[in-house]
Nanobody
Framework: QVRLVESGGGVVRPGESLRLSCTSS??????MGWFRRAPGRDREFVAA???????????AYGDNVKGRFTISRDNIQGTLFLQMNNLQPEDTAVYYC?????????????????WGQGTQVTVSS
């Protein structure tokens, strides 16, 4: 049983920024990532970071956020972050943190064994 807790969501205007955080009760994650789900849409891959193994340090981003969002991790504390810049209304969604041990690269839902409850991000003028 792994507990992931997201924080940092909120309501912002277009062009503004937010930074999401995710804490994990498990400190040995091999992969951590972010997904989002907007109303009426499927869950969308946002970003992933490989922590251990051959791909350690590798990052990946979804096409809709690349260049605006940055995933990072405090390797000492184990906290995962998502820096979101130049937010737009289409970024409005519930953002979920995910983690896994011994999984794939991390750009698909099935790569993960643990999920947080999500944090709401709303971008509106």
């Amino acid at each position: 049983q792994v507990r992931l807790v997201e924080s940092g969501g909120g309501v912002v205007r277009p062009g503004e920024s937010l930074r999401l955080s995710c804490t994990s009760s498990r400190r040995t994650n091999d992969i951590m990532g972010w997904f989002r789900r907007a109303p009426g849409r499927d869950r969308e891959f946002v970003a992933a970071l490989r922590i251990n193994g051959w791909f350690a340090g590798r990052k990946a981003y979804g096409d809709n956020v690349k260049g605006r969002f940055t995933i990072s991790r405090d390797n000492i504390q184990g906290t995962l972050f998502l820096q979101m810049n130049n937010l737009q209304p289409e970024d409005t969604a519930v953002y979920y943190c995910a983690a896994a041990v011994g999984a794939g690269f991390g750009d698909e839902d099935r790569d993960y064994d643990s999920w947080g409850q999500g944090t709401q991000v709303t971008v509106s003028s």
